[in-house]
């Protein structure tokens, strides 16, 4: 079975732009999560969505946005970048949104903002 | 509020000795504890988790962990440690809102086998 994917691997913006990462989960996996990884900051919590409906958010701003699909694909978005958004941004996708569940994560985005 | 702790940032163990990661919780109620493994420029690999019954589990690559309720620990162990073992170790407690799915993370202790 194939594991997440997410393209692009690596992105560089310039700051103010916007930018949409994507994310394929784990065949049959309804719950996908998307996390940011800063040397700073560590692992945080952006949002997670299940059959196409977010359900959690965490704390960060406005800009920070995502959708997911009927095929269960996501996709985060990030606008008006800043130079505090340069991260590496992963997403989890598990079977589904019962706490039991281990969650299996993507190689990650590396997204670069100057 | 739920979050773990992950008190030392580096361990450094021989190649063969047992080796040990620690990791503390604070949670409302039972917790839900996951280990997760990250090598370089790759994300993150699940390990083993604590759900419910036996304290100790058993996970990926020989690696186990002991959960201890009165000292709310879930330290990670693995009786011998190999070169390839080498990388970055995460503990993560699960949120409660029913039907969340978020995990919150410890910062993270960077294991190094030396050979």
């Known amino acids: 079975k194939a594991g997440v994917t997410q393209t692009p691997r690596y992105l560089i913006k310039t700051r103010g732009q916007q930018v949409t990462l994507s994310c394929s989960p784990i065949?049959?996996?309804?719950?996908v999560s998307w996390y940011q990884q800063t040397p700073g900051q560590g692992l945080q919590f952006l949002f997670e969505y299940f059959s196409e409906t977010q359900r959690n958010k965490g704390n960060f701003p406005g800009r920070f946005s995502g959708r997911q699909f009927s095929n269960s694909r996501s996709e985060m978005n990030v606008s008006t970048l800043e130079l505090g958004d340069s991260a590496l941004y992963l997403c989890a996708s598990s079977f589904s949104g019962g706490a039991i569940y281990e969650q299996y994560f993507g190689p990650g985005t590396r997204l670069t903002v100057t | 509020a739920q979050s773990v702790a992950q008190p030392e940032d580096q361990v450094n163990v021989a190649e063969g000795n047992p080796l040990t990661v620690k990791c503390t919780y604070s949670v409302s109620g039972n917790p839900y504890l996951f280990w997760y493994v990250q090598y370089p420029n790759r994300g993150l690999q699940f390990l083993l988790k604590y759900i419910t019954g036996d304290n100790l589990v058993k996970g990926s690559y020989g690696f186990e962990a002991e959960f201890n309720k009165s000292q709310t620990s879930f330290h990670l162990k693995k009786p011998s440690a190999l070169v390839s073992d080498s990388a970055l170790y995460f503990c993560?407690?699960?949120?409660?809102?029913?039907?969340?799915?978020?995990?919150?993370f410890g910062t993270g202790t960077r294991l190094t086998v030396i050979p």
């Open positions: 993560a407690v699960r949120a409660l809102q029913t039907g969340a799915n978020n995990l919150f």
């Open positions: 065949s049959g996996h309804r719950s």
